[in-house]
């Protein structure tokens, strides 16, 4: 079974804190993904990675960066975090899809960060 | 630009009844369609894909869903619901056909009552 871990089922942090968010897989997947969920928006992708050190911006990637120097692992950070971060961040991975075909995407149990 | 809609924030079903959760899509191309379900506290788990072929994709825990190509949908159904089926629903599209990215929809929350 393939299985996603992230670092901290909750987190409490202050507003300018420079905050890491760290996950791991477990099944050699190229693909490696880091989401926010908030309620009436569903999952908003903040960046994609398809390799070691290679990285794509999602649709919301203010105020977020993200590192990938291996491939197990790829972690995203709030530079400065501010209350509008405050959310459920879930990371994913998938291996490479080669088309038609697509490969589905496994999560983990997600990271509640609260900013105060 | 692709996108999908889940018109209903919450579908409630007494156990035993048949459910279905709605979800329409807007694709240039030929559409991949997935439904994930995330139970309370857990991550999103994947319970089945259209990618082509036909159009009654059966998945996980008995869900099926139903590609309709005219009515752009792929609604999600089950013939007898169970309270343990009690879960937020998202539906997402491929972004694109060169892409392992998705678009998720912004959940359903399906209550099946006793």
């Known amino acids: 079974d393939v299985k996603v871990t992230q670092s901290s089922r909750y987190l409490v942090k202050r507003t300018g804190e420079k905050v890491f968010l760290e996950c791991v897989q477990d099944?050699?997947?190229?693909?490696m993904f880091w989401y926010r969920q908030d309620p009436g928006l569903g999952l908003r992708l903040i960046y994609f990675s398809y390799d070691v050190k290679m990285k794509e911006k999602g649709d919301i990637p203010e105020g977020y960066s993200v590192s990938r120097e291996k491939k197990e692992r790829f972690s995203l950070i709030l530079e400065s975090a501010s209350t509008n971060q405050t959310s459920m961040y879930l990371c994913?991975?998938?291996?490479?899809?080669?088309?038609?075909?697509?490969?589905?995407?496994?999560f983990g149990p997600g990271t509640r960060l609260t900013v105060l | 630009a692709q996108s999908v809609a889940q018109p209903e924030d919450q579908v409630n079903v007494a156990e035993g009844n048949p459910l279905t959760v709605k979800c329409t899509y807007s694709?240039?191309?030929?559409?991949?369609l997935f439904w994930y379900v995330q139970y309370p506290n857990r991550g999103l788990q994947f319970l089945l894909k259209y990618i082509t072929g036909d159009n009654l994709v059966k998945g996980s825990y008995g869900f099926e869903a139903e590609f309709n190509k005219s009515q752009t949908s792929f609604h999600l159904k089950k013939p007898s619901a169970l309270v343990s089926d009690s879960a937020l629903y998202f539906c997402a599209v491929r972004d694109g056909y060169n892409t392992d990215k998705l678009i998720f929809g912004t959940g359903t929350r399906l209550q099946v009552f006793p």
């Open positions: 099944m050699d997947h190229e693909n």
């Open positions: 694709v240039s191309g030929n559409p991949y």
């Open positions: 994913a991975s998938s291996l490479m899809t080669l088309s038609p075909s697509y490969n589905e995407q496994f």
